[in-house]
């Protein structure tokens, strides 16, 4: 895929089987990105009609998580798990199913899925996902979630889908990552951007600002001095974007730049944030740093974490990596200085 040769207007279909005619041990992964894109196609049919199709918005029962399913994420989930049915995949750890949902016994390979990502936009026109990792299927008898309990660093391929103003799969098979857009009249993805590289700098940022006073002292500290713009230490005015769209607000990010920002905060079941490891984080985390940019908790590497459960959280960071290694330094400094450091001081707008 990143060979270089690849055009852009290229099929999708064509660009995969590139990639397998390079490297064949790619064939059933390559199978499976083909199968969730032809389920995105449908899923993007559905989401295109809006409310002509019927009230996609609806509140149906309540997901492992809790949040209400809305009829999106029930529509969105059976398509792409009768898509994955058809491919070579053992196991699916979907945001929409309690349980690792069992598929194909003996297939090569494992997907975790967020079927519908962005739900809260369902309804009011505005861009939501699909988003996906690819893993190898791990057979152990004793362990029902082992082929998810890898760190993100197994991911053999990893990719979302923006519904947005046009449908895009941004895919990365892990050399590159590379942006397709569909083409409605063909029914197919074509290729559009070969190669994402992320400006190690930026001016903006990404955050749920309302939860301003649940957030930790180094999140308000890294916020604070992005609000001082050039009068304080970052030395530049900064703007604001939240979409509200996990995927979204990702694609900016990798189109121009920027950080986002999903911190753990002390609002209750938010210590880790909101946003899942195994089907949010991890997926865009290989994505960010397969275009150059950078993917942690604040601190840690994204991709070096193993789940121990397949809805588990993650508090994530993301994006142009002078920016992801700043918000590091914010939490060694509370580390080191146990919140005195001077990036604590009584100064700023949210503290005056
Ligand atoms: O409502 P909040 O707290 O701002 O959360 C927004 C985040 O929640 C999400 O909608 C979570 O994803 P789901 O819609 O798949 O549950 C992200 O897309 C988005 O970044
Ligand atoms: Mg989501
Ligand atoms: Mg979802």
Redesign the pocket.
């Known amino acids: 895929m990143a060979d270089g040769s690849l055009e852009v207007g290229a099929h999708l279909d064509a660009c995969l089987a590139r990639a397998v005619s390079h490297n064949p041990a790619l064939k059933d992964t390559a199978a499976v990105v083909s199968a969730i894109a032809g389920a995105a196609i449908t899923i993007s049919e559905v989401i295109g009609r809006g409310a002509l199709g019927g009230d996609l918005a609806a509140a149906g029962s309540q997901n492992s ?1 809790g ?1 209400v399913q809305k009829a999106l994420d029930v529509i969105a989930h059976q398509r792409v798990t009768e898509a994955l049915q058809a491919a070579p995949v053992a196991e699916v750890a979907s ?1 929409e199913a309690d349980e690792v949902m069992r598929l194909n016994p003996g297939a090569p390979l494992a997907v975790a899925i ?1 079927p ?6 369902i309804g009011v026109n505005m861009a ?1 996902g699909t988003i996906f990792g690819i893993r190898p299927a791990v057979q152990d008898e004793a362990n029902p979630i082992a082929s998810f309990t890898t760190p993100g660093t197994a991911q053999l391929a990893a990719g979302f889908v923006t519904y947005g103003p046009a449908t895009a799969l941004v895919l990365t098979l892990g050399e590159g990552t590379q942006v397709y857009v569909l083409d409605r009249a063909e029914r197919a993805f074509r290729l559009t951007h070969p190669g994402l590289d992320v400006p190690t700098t930026a001016k903006e940022y990404a955050i ?1 600002a ?2 301003a006073r649940h957030w930790e002292g180094p999140i308000k500290a890294f916020i604070e001095d992005c609000l001082r713009g050039a009068e304080g230490p970052r030395d530049k005015d900064y703007n604001m974007r ?1 979409l ?4 979204a ?1 990702a694609q900016r990010v990798l189109m121009r730049g920027g950080v986002f920002l ?1 911190p753990g905060d002390q609002r209750k079941g938010y210590a880790q944030g ?2 899942r490891l195994l089907y ?1 984080a991890a997926p865009i985390a290989m994505l960010m740093e397969q275009a150059g940019a950078g993917a942690t908790d604040g601190e840690r590497r994204i991709l070096d974490i193993a789940a121990t459960g397949i809805h588990e959280r993650v508090p994530l960071v993301f994006g142009s990596t002078e920016e992801v290694a700043c918000v590091a330094k914010y939490f060694d400094g509370r580390n080191h200085a146990a919140g005195r450091s001077p990036l604590f001081g009584q100064r700023g707008l949210m503290r005056s």
Request: negative net charge; charged residues 35%.
């Open positions: 998580d949040d945001e967020d519908l990502d962005g739900s809260s936009n939501v749920n309302s939860n939240w509200g769209s996990l995927v607000d999903y909101r946003l949010e």
